[in-house]
């Protein structure tokens, strides 16, 4: 999130609680907490980084054409992707494994595509604050 903020520049760098709040922004539900059957659990992870997966893939596509030149980012949301694939495939093991679970229904995040550049910035601020907030939510229950 900070490296992406700070190649965004102004405003983003200066009012980023306004603009990257990220209460109008959709993300699956996250209601497992460590009570929550395993199985529940896994599920809702699976859900989670299906969502991300498919959000890194439009905030790259944005940075890539909005900041061509910013390695560090590019790189860090790169290499986010590549574990986040890697997640998903364990995942996917897992519940196949474990559970008999074969699909999970997923939902993904509104495009950004077409939008304007301000639009891509902020959407991928919002994202990725996100992500942030439901990650240790994640880390609490695991």
Known sequence: LSS??????????????????????FFPAFRVNRTSERKEVM?????????????LGNITRDQEELNPTAKELLDR??????????????????????????????SYGESSKGKSAFKKKQQGCQVLRKYVQVIAQAARVL
């Open 4 to 25: 992406q903020l700070k190649c965004q520049g102004e405003p983003f760098s200066s009012e980023t609680d306004k603009l990257c709040n990220p209460s109008g922004v």
């Open 43 to 55: 599920v809702a992870m699976y859900k989670l980084f299906a969502f991300l997966n498919a959000s």
């Open 77 to 106: 949301l790169h290499n986010t992707t590549k574990t986040t694939r890697g997640l998903i495939s364990n995942l996917t093991c897992l519940l196949c494994k474990n559970y008999n679970i074969f699909q999970v229904d997923v």
